[in-house]
């Protein structure tokens, strides 16, 4: 296994090696934090210190007692955890854990209770002492709370206080619950849950009106007393915030950053999450850098935005004046660097993205309108090329279905089938009982598996007409309604062998020249990444059998490239990205109110056409041809 050694941080002490390659620990920052390169990486990383300690204690008969997570971003840690357990014998019977939150009130053993995640995520897999295992109660009346809050701290000091605190971090900030504005010595305590937490939360429980109001959380001072912290991040959309938490000042109105005074603290991230720190964004304002032609790239890319000029334009002052004396000396001089750099960019632009000769090509849609929100432009530019262009979606998108357009839908085929005679006894006990399932469903809860078929059915129609609006025919639309993600919930299972059989199988049949997918890590429930998994496991599979397309990885709805990320940009006319909006359009019961909208309440078309209008801009900005709009793409070179 590749290893990489780096000193650890001043706070620290020794040499740290990290198991994963490209991973790094981060300069400039006010508490100690290390970069992988993939969320896999900080999975393991955090799920191997935590297993190193318990083999530790174990060994001196003592016990461990962890403080633990829920939500997305530990998923990767506990995933790993139950490997070892498995796998290599690492024994739980041990420790004792106490949870961070649970929502208030809320039934232990209810679809969005924090107590049944855990069982189903971690505690069933594991052996730890049903006895050892502590978290918030939600099931208690509002005069009992004060009492479990103080004993739920007393249970801590009794076990001999935290070990290790493992924790995710909100994009207002907040650690365990505590929302802004909560105070550094705080501790157990009943809270009232920031609009933003509700927000972010709306999609586990069908509908930001259906999240609880307040929540029971472990205190920040109960979690600075942890003898050690991991702060987990994945994703961009976490990236400000992670900057606030690692380079601003300490602040209750960034909980997160009253961590910098732990002394034993540390910040394992993705590369997307870390990608606003200063060392990351601008390693060489830090550290002598190995002047690869991306980070050449990236340099001169934002050099031209700091100075706000075109690349051309950029004089040895400025390099000088902006800590890239070192570029100059190393691959200069600076007229050949800014060529160089312009040359790159100007390479980037492809108005025939499938290439001169007509060929097949398959785009990955994890939900079924992601291919005209991210790519549509693309998807009619390759379609009027002459491409032959399948169009592969991997969910249903069922859960995503408001009940009143499902409603809707059932009152037009009832009304159809009285209309020409056609209704039966078996059709109108159908209808009764779909209806039946939607008006007894409590808020939050799943809905029943009719219902569940009569809003795949909604969104299978609406992707086949803005397909069609593209210029895919319906024969070319292929729907995969892969088992991950058909639990019927937010959450989903993880990606099987079935799944990746599944698009293996298409690969196998279509041999195609080009492959799309998605290739954001901003998708709030995962499903994206999700799809990436298996779609690259897939065409790993099928590689052996000389099935080797290009893979290019598009964004959704959530995120851009940076311009020095992109390698294809693809010129869109003002004609080509009206097509693209009329077919986001077909997909109605997407528009004007999304059930999940993620962290933008802007609608779907108008986040994508303001999305290629700015990269079009960008890129004009940076001297470059001037175009309407830009949908970018980067080429697969082994991480998303």
Known sequence: MNMLVEHANSRGSGTRVYDEPGARAVEGVKSPAIMFRTSDGVGRHVAHEVAALIRERNAAGKATVLGLPTGSTPVGVYRELIRLHREEGLDFSNVVTFNLDEYWPMKPDSLHSYNRWMRENFFNHVNVPEANI???RGDIGRIEVEEFCRQYEQAIVDAGGIDIQMLGIGRTGHIGFNEPGSSKSSRTRIINLDPVTRRDAASDFFGEENVPQRAITMGVGTILSARKVFVMALGEHKAKVIYKSLEGPETPEIVASFLQSHENVEFVLDAASAAQLTSVKTPWRFEHVEWTPLLERRAVVWLSQQEKKPILKLDARDFHENHLTDLIHESGPVERIRQ???????????????????????????????DVISMGGTLCTLCDQGHEVHVAYQTSGNIAVFDHDALRHVDYVSEFLDLFGLQTPASMQLEQKIRQQVAQKPPGACDGPDVLKVKGLIRKTEAVAGAHIAGVPGERCHF???PFYQTGQVHKKPIGQEDVDIIAALLRELQPTQVYLAGDLSDPHGTHRMCAEAILKALAAVEKENVTPEVWLYRGAWQEYDPHEIERAVPLSPEVTLRKKLAIFRHESQKDAALFPGHDEREFWVRAEERTKNTARIYNELGLPEFYALEAFRRYDGIL
């Open 134 to 136: 502590h978290i918030p």
């Open 480 to 482: 995969l309604d892969l």
């Open 340 to 370: 160089r750099v312009f040359d790159d960019l100007l390479g980037t632009l492809c108005p025939q993205p499938g290439g001169q000769s007509p060929t097949k090509i398959i785009v990955f849609s994890p939900h079924p309108d992601d």
